[in-house]
């Protein structure tokens, strides 16, 4: 396994700068992988992958499970990594540790499952059964909001189901995946499992690359790019959220703090967090007012970490400034001394908003709720209907034979219903139009990953 220094670069060659987002200040500098890195990692991983592949599933599994151990053995140094390149609050990290051992262990049982559809008699005098077989190679290109979640969404299916993967993670976190990576070459085999660092040129030249799936987690223009290079290749997308929350009248009393919370959770910057909260005319003062109290509970630098880079605040500064609404909530922003070159960006609610607002059609992807009013239930849902993303959404009320109506109506892979962000590895997470197609999570994901040979014999 390669891994390009994250302190010294050899003699020659282009290196980016990786910064703190806690402070803005530069932490260490990374040559991006070039051409020959991604051409020599997907050797490797072409190499591997019959051998891993020939494995029994109860041998993969174990092998997987051993992984997920070692990782949980060394949580305390993923976390480091991850606040590194994210800045996220140390109890966050280490959740995030946890849920990606989780998801890894899920898939090491998965990986004993049978998906076959069909086996038996099927046709006079012939046995036909179904095999499902691995692509080969895998390449998993991730972002930055969730470094090691998000990575091993994609990765454990893929390996589950007998792939070998090469993981490039985005270029301003690393050093999780770099991690990963040499835990994994030294329990799962050289090649089976590698990671590429560098920028999007990087990321470009891995799906254009010698491999036979591209599973990508990003935006839609980087989706949309990917689509352009990728051919005829399979290709699983997930291309994020603007996500949003119906709250109806009877919404229960909880219903404000806890959108609060899952809209700040990683600086807001989750593709399926709420983002556009959609009331009725009769109660959207009062949501306005109670998710203002609510959100000016929680503090930047206590409560959530800041946004990941200088683009990204960017963005976020330019959305804020362009949106026309006439009531702005903001909270605190209580980051230490030191860290006041850092990309913090407080929770704020925005309110009194027209049509095509900026902050209501584009995924500010912060720390941000915009609050917008419905003349009745069918209205909200055209209004959350409205924009092109369709992954995930949620529904506050205390009438459940309503709000589960209106589940049903809202376009979104998952719908909450009064909860928001709340997964596990047994539940599919998936989305359409904007937001992509494929599945995360679950065993429907080991489909993403492997294709399926019909076998039929004569009997006579």
Known sequence: MR?????????????????????????????PGDAGDVARAVADARRAQPGWAAHTTRDRSLLLLRLAGLIEDNAGEYA??????????????LAEVAQSVDVLRFYAGAARA???????????????????EPFGVVAAVVPW?????????????????????????????????????????QVLGPGV?????????????????????????????????????????????????????????DAPGHTYADLARASTYNAGQSCAAPARVITLRENHAETVERLAEAMSALRAGIDFGPLNNAAQAARF????????????????????????????????????????????????FGPVLTVQAAGDPDEAVRMANGVPQALAASVWSTGLGAALDIAAAVNGGEVWLNCHLEQTAELPH???????????????????????????????
Request: a neutral charge; aromatic letters at 4%.
């Open 3 to 31: 891994r390009a220094p994250l302190t010294t670069d050899p003699p020659g060659t282009a290196s980016a700068i990786l910064y703190d987002p806690r402070t803005g200040r530069a932490r260490a500098s990374a040559r």
């Open 114 to 132: 049978d998906l076959a559809p069909a086996a038996g008699r099927r046709l006079p005098g012939r046995e036909s059964w179904v095999r499902w």
């Open 80 to 93: 480091a990594a991850e606040r590194a390149g994210t800045g996220k609050p140390p109890a966050d990290a």
């Open 317 to 364: 500064d330019r959305i804020m400034e362009a949106s026309g609404a006439s009531v702005r909530h903001i909270g605190e922003v209580a980051a230490g001394e030191d860290e006041s070159g850092g990309y913090w960006r407080p929770a704020t609610v925005l309110a009194g908003l027209q049509p095509g607002d900026p902050a209501v059609e584009r995924e500010v």
């Open 430 to 460: 998936g989305g359409r139009g904007h937001s992509g197609h494929g599945t995360d999570l679950s065993v429907l994901a080991l489909t993403e990953y492997q294709r399926p040979k019909t076998i039929t014999a004569r009997l006579t």
């Open 145 to 185: 909001n969730y470094p090691l979640l998000m990575a091993m969404w994609r990765l454990a299916p893929a390996l589950a189901a007998g792939n070998a993967v090469v993981l490039k993670p985005a270029e301003t976190t690393p050093d999780s995946g770099r991690l990963l990576a040499r835990h994994a070459a």
């Open 193 to 249: 499992l590698t990671t590429v660092a560098g920028d999007r040129d990087t990321g470009r030249l891995l799906v254009e690359a010698e491999v036979d799936v591209v599973a990508f987690t990003g935006s839609v223009a980087g989706g949309l790019d990917v689509v352009s290079r990728a051919g005829l290749r399979k290709v699983s997308l997930e291309l994020g959220g603007n996500c949003p929350a119906i709250v109806l009248p």
